[in-house]
């Protein structure tokens, strides 16, 4: 909840404009939770409706400074459309944070192409898509975070096509960092293993197909591959955020932050 009696982070960002898609859920909604208590306006862009609207229920905040916005990243019309929304909100945008992702879990020769093309639609021409209509609205000095992940840099099984689209968003924010460039700025952050309920969804579905056959020992065997020892929280995630569009990174563009507890998955 946010009440403006606690606030969770220093940064003031004095009204500017944030959008954050996958803003239902996760790393999406922690990211605009911290906005908006950096006293920024938030746009919670999402598919679902439902989920925008259960998280903007949640969020307690004057209602000029946040806005539900319903998109779907991987059609053009529908970007194009909802950053047009909010920019004619709030008069321009300030950052964009290219949240929305999803993945499926198969072996690289087992996948489906529909997977395939599915994942790769959300995950890196989503990103390409946002940037495409957020740049015409955003306001010199702006800022693009694009959520890529460490499986951009470390193979895992089970989740070639997610490596693959995260690898491409992290050659995306290097290309966009050159033509941006100077007047606005694009890094990356590469989240680790987010405490969710996709842990234990990922851990169930290793079982069903056989490729292992006890959960505990699957967990046990991630964390001992992070040297902190614990699964990163979404918030975590969202303070990076915060940093890489706040100006105390004003001098930051082209850089990928890596934000996993010390992680070496192989």
Same mark, same amino acid.
């Given at each position: 909840?946010?009440?403006?009696?606690?606030?969770?982070?220093?940064?003031?960002?004095?009204?500017?404009?944030?959008?954050?898609?996958?803003?239902?859920?996760?790393?999406?909604?922690?990211?605009?939770?911290?906005?908006?208590?950096?006293?920024?306006?938030?746009?919670?862009?999402?598919?679902?409706?439902?989920?925008?609207?259960?998280?903007?229920?949640?969020?307690?905040?004057?209602?000029?400074?946040?806005?539900?916005?319903?998109?779907?990243?991987? +059609?053009?019309?529908?970007? %194009?459309? &909802?950053?047009? /929304? @909010? !920019? =004619?909100?709030?008069?321009?945008?300030?950052?964009?944070?290219?949240?929305?992702?999803?993945?499926?879990?198969?072996?690289?020769?087992?996948?489906?192409?529909?997977?395939?093309?599915?994942?790769?639609?959300?995950?890196?021409?989503?990103?390409?898509?946002?940037?495409?209509?957020?740049?015409?609205?955003?306001?010199?000095?702006?800022?693009?975070?694009?959520?890529?992940?460490?499986?951009?840099?470390?193979?895992?099984?089970?989740?070639?096509?997610?490596?693959?689209?995260?690898?491409?968003?992290?050659?995306?924010?290097?290309?966009?960092?050159?033509?941006?460039?100077? +007047?606005?700025?694009?890094? %990356?952050? &590469?989240?680790? /293993? @987010? !405490? =969710?309920?996709?842990?234990?969804?990922?851990?169930?579905?290793?079982?069903?197909?056989?490729?292992?056959?006890?959960?505990?020992?699957?967990?046990?065997?991630?964390?001992?591959?992070?040297?902190?020892?614990?699964?990163?929280?979404?918030?975590?995630?969202?303070?990076?955020?915060?940093?890489?569009?706040?100006?105390?990174?004003?001098?930051?563009?082209?850089?990928?932050?890596?934000?996993?507890?010390?992680?070496?998955?192989?």
């Amino acid at each position: 909840m946010i009440d403006g009696t606690h606030p969770q982070t220093h940064f003031d960002f004095g009204g500017r404009v944030v959008v954050a898609t996958g803003g239902g859920c996760g790393i999406g909604l922690a990211t605009v939770q911290a906005f908006l208590e950096a006293n920024a306006r938030g746009a919670l862009v999402d598919r679902d409706t439902d989920l925008i609207a259960s998280a903007t229920e949640g969020l307690v905040v004057a209602e000029d400074r946040l806005r539900g916005i319903q998109m779907d990243v991987a +059609e053009d019309a529908s970007v %194009a459309a &909802g950053m047009e /929304t @909010i !920019a =004619s909100s709030w008069g321009g945008i300030n950052g964009t944070v290219d949240n929305a992702g999803i993945c499926t879990l198969s072996l690289a020769l087992d996948l489906d192409i529909e997977d395939w093309n599915r994942v790769l639609g959300v995950n890196l021409r989503g990103v390409w898509l946002c940037a495409r209509h957020c740049r015409p609205q955003m306001r010199d000095g702006g800022t693009f975070v694009n959520i890529a992940s460490q499986a951009a840099q470390c193979a895992q099984k089970f989740t070639a096509h997610c490596s693959a689209s995260k690898t491409g968003v992290i050659g995306l924010t290097r290309a966009l960092t050159v033509e941006f460039a100077p +007047e606005v700025r694009v890094n %990356a952050i &590469g989240p680790g /293993t @987010i !405490a =969710s309920d996709m842990i234990q969804a990922g851990v169930d579905w290793r079982i069903m197909e056989g490729h292992d056959t006890e959960g505990g020992a699957v967990v046990d065997d991630w964390l001992r591959r992070i040297a902190m020892g614990r699964f990163q929280p979404a918030s975590a995630i969202a303070k990076a955020a915060l940093f890489l569009t706040s100006d105390l990174s004003s001098e930051i563009t082209d850089e990928k932050l890596i934000v996993s507890g010390g992680a070496a998955m192989v």
